[in-house]
């Protein structure tokens, strides 16, 4: 069984996977707005981080297993 905080990270890891996928539709539905469509892909660039970074996390408590 996984320490709550690994399985933590991996929750955390599902919500922003999921949120990158919604950022993808907001991108397209802003396609009249340049400044909405910045906005989001700010915030896609900033999420993929969040992502790597959460991925490497959990990798690493899985190898120390």
């Not at 690994?6 to 996928?21: A, C, I, K, R, T």
Request: proline residues 2%.
């Amino acid at each position: 069984m996984l320490p709550n905080h690994v399985y933590n990270l991996m929750e955390q890891l599902v919500q922003e996977s999921q949120s990158l996928w919604r950022l993808d539709q907001y991108i397209r539905d802003a396609k009249k707005c340049k400044d909405c469509r910045t906005f989001w892909k700010k915030l896609k660039k900033d999420k993929e981080a969040h992502i790597k970074e959460l991925t490497a996390m959990v990798k690493k408590h899985c190898n120390d297993k």
